[in-house]
């Protein structure tokens, strides 16, 4: 019988686009930020439970009572905040997004489209909800090509990352054999960096390029989700790990998700070369995650898109591209468990904590503060499924003008939704869930120590996919 060596190098030949990273969960017990507020929890201000939430009705739509209810609270003229309703008839107020009390354009408009895109006529590249070859446009190189080339490309691409592969589970053995007093993390596994061209590319079938639209750098839009339970995707950080004697003093660039319901653009990571993210003299850097356009539905394939780069003095020329890679992730049967897996560079890596939620669906965060001194604030978000330290929704320092933010996230199917606030070391909780109005855990009056905060959520408010 082959050895599982073996098997595993053939096995990657054979299936060429189809690999499955090896999920360890444990994989992501480093420290991934400062110290998790869950750890913290006993310290929490005494919360006011609600006995007797208010239940909408069956027959009602949850999240139009929410939105009439919450709105009172929130008026329009003052906060900005679009109505979801209003979007989901193609109101124009999707187009702004309020942040410290101006308007700037969102990244989440959907206006700069390709021809085309959105089109679902007759041989237009979407077809009824189904990836369709791009006939027209398309950045695949598979033309610059023969397909012998592409072949070998394809092939030697697919024996190092089947290597990959085995040196990480050889690695994972090793720890593993120390026992349970070594408290020594499993490595990330390794992610499904795409090779640049494959046999499909030159064929013009169904490379990655075609089937994710590459071509289209155009983001989705925002308007787009569903209102039943569906597989989603949460992101809940992403480490950059450099081994230069220098390390970049600065990152930028993109890191985007293609997802099946949209192939367009979903920023995680978005960041200008002007608006760039200072990095502190150290070895490993948690980059600050922006939230997604809407929530990322992922029934068993997606794309990351990944374009960083490190900043230098002067001009754009001296400039290092630090990853540029579309990875895969392949979901088989793996839903509801963290998995960290790590992108490769020249000199740094990336590691990226993440897990797939089935049955999920997408919840808006909308937080609104004004304090009257300066405080450092902390918003995290955490629900069933989620990484020990959750979702960092905000961390900076506030004082005085109001703070207005949103943030999508994905929440299990009727489970709960804490927003957890951490203000001068002291925590404060608010607990929400699907078909009740309001929080149903707020935080009892010493809050307005600080400040006043006033948080809201909405579940599942689009169904206009």
């Given at each position: ?146 397909e012998s080339e592409a072949e070998e490309r394809e092939r030697n691409w697919a024996d190092n990352y ?304």
């Open positions: 019988m082959a050895s599982t060596e073996e098997q595993v190098s053939r096995g990657a030949v054979e299936l060429r686009l189809s690999y499955h990273g090896i999920h360890y969960p444990d994989a992501c017990a480093y420290q991934a930020g400062p110290e998790d507020p869950g750890d913290l929890r006993e310290e929490l201000e005494v919360a006011e439970d609600h006995d007797q939430p208010a239940r909408v009705p069956s027959d009602i739509d949850p999240c139009e009572i929410a939105r009439r209810a919450l709105d009172l609270m929130f008026p329009r003229e003052d906060s900005d905040w679009s109505n979801w309703s209003a979007r989901e008839e193609g109101s124009s107020d999707d187009d702004e997004q309020v942040i410290d009390g101006d308007k700037e354009e969102t990244y989440c408009s959907g206006e700069n489209v390709v021809d085309d895109d959105c089109s679902t006529e007759e041989g237009s590249d979407y077809q009824d909800g189904d990836y369709c070859q791009v006939k027209k446009k398309t950045n695949c190189p598979g033309k610059f090509y023969t089947s290597q990959q592969i085995i040196d990480h589970n050889k690695l994972c053995d090793e720890i593993m054999a120390l026992g349970d007093e070594d408290d020594t993390p499993l490595p990330p596994y390794p992610m499904q960096v795409l090779p640049d061209v494959t046999f499909a590319c030159v064929i013009e079938s169904y490379c990655h390029h075609r089937v994710y639209r590459t071509h289209d750098t155009s983001t989705t839009p925002s308007t787009l989700g569903h209102r039943t339970p569906k597989a989603m995707l949460q992101i809940f950080s992403m480490r950059l790990s450099s081994s230069e004697p220098s390390p970049p003093s600065s990152v930028y660039g993109i890191f985007a998700v293609r997802d099946y319901l949209d192939q367009r653009r979903n920023y995680v990571f978005n960041r200008s070369r002007v608006d760039a993210v200072t990095i502190p003299k150290q070895d490993s850097f948690v980059l600050p995650l922006c939230s997604p356009c809407r929530g990322m539905y992922v029934p068993d394939k997606a794309l990351f898109e990944v374009d960083l780069w490190g900043k230098k003095e002067g001009d754009e020329s001296a400039d290092k591209q630090l990853f540029s890679a579309y990875v895969e992730i392949d979901i088989i049967l793996e839903y509801d468990g963290l998995t960290c897996g790590r992108i490769p560079g020249d000199n740094c890596n990336l590691d990226i904590i993440y897990t797939v939620l089935s049955e999920s669906v997408e919840a808006v965060i909308q937080v609104y503060a004004k304090v009257d001194h300066p405080h450092d604030v902390r918003f995290t978000a955490s629900s069933t499924g989620y990484y020990r330290h959750g979702v960092v929704l905000f961390d900076d320092k506030l004082f005085g003008s109001e703070k207005l933010f949103q943030h999508i996230v994905a929440v299990k199917a009727n489970e709960k939704l804490d927003v957890v606030l951490e203000v001068d070391n002291s925590l404060f909780k608010w607990t929400f869930q699907d078909e009740y109005v309001g929080a149903v855990v707020s935080p009892d009056d010493s809050i307005f120590e600080y400040g006043h905060f006033f948080v809201r959520v909405m579940f599942a408010p689009k169904d206009c996919q």
